[in-house]
């Protein structure tokens, strides 16, 4: 068991690199500083699980695959749609086998079972997790623009486009047509 936990203390450290490691897709828009691909993580995890429960599906596995839906970028890095073009990326399902290497096996094969779920892109929780993914980096274009990058606005086009679920696609609607304040103002009882 000492050796199972050494190679789940080795991916801890591993996925803790996720929060220095960049979005890189940003940089094409002009944001100097984009966000950590642990932060886009943890959105994506939280609006899968808000899609999910509205979508009839189960809201923890839909959070669950969303979690973990990056890890491999600790070995990949964050590879743009430009990036791709030219240098495809490391198979997900691959990548987790070699990750999850030496760890219990029970915790091994319950991750190479989400992340092989979510790219099969069949089950509702895995719909629900990807389309978090694309709302999250709409969400992210939203509040970049508003900081005056405006050539994010491509990627908020792009993402919405790509929604699936009914209560994606609405929720996007609601997101366009809210400031990124309007939180703040509504918290504070102000009128949005």
Known sequence: MADDLAAVGRFLYEAGTLKSA???GWWMAGV???ESVAEHSWRTSLIASIIAKLEGADPAQAAFLAVWHDTQET???DVNHLGKKYAPTGDPQDVTADQTAGMPEVLASAVRDLVAE???KESP???CARDADKLECMLQGIEYKAQGYENAQRWIDNS???LVTETGKRLADE???QGTLDWLRT???ENP
Request: glycine share 16%; net charge positive; no cysteine.
């Open 32 to 34: 100097n500083d984009p």
């Open 125 to 127: 929780e895995a719909i």
């Open 22 to 24: 960049r979005r890189t």
């Open 187 to 189: 918290a504070l009882g």
């Open 160 to 162: 919405r486009g790509r």
């Open 175 to 177: 997101l366009l047509g």
């Open 118 to 120: 979510y790219e099969a």
């Open 75 to 77: 070995r990949t890095g």
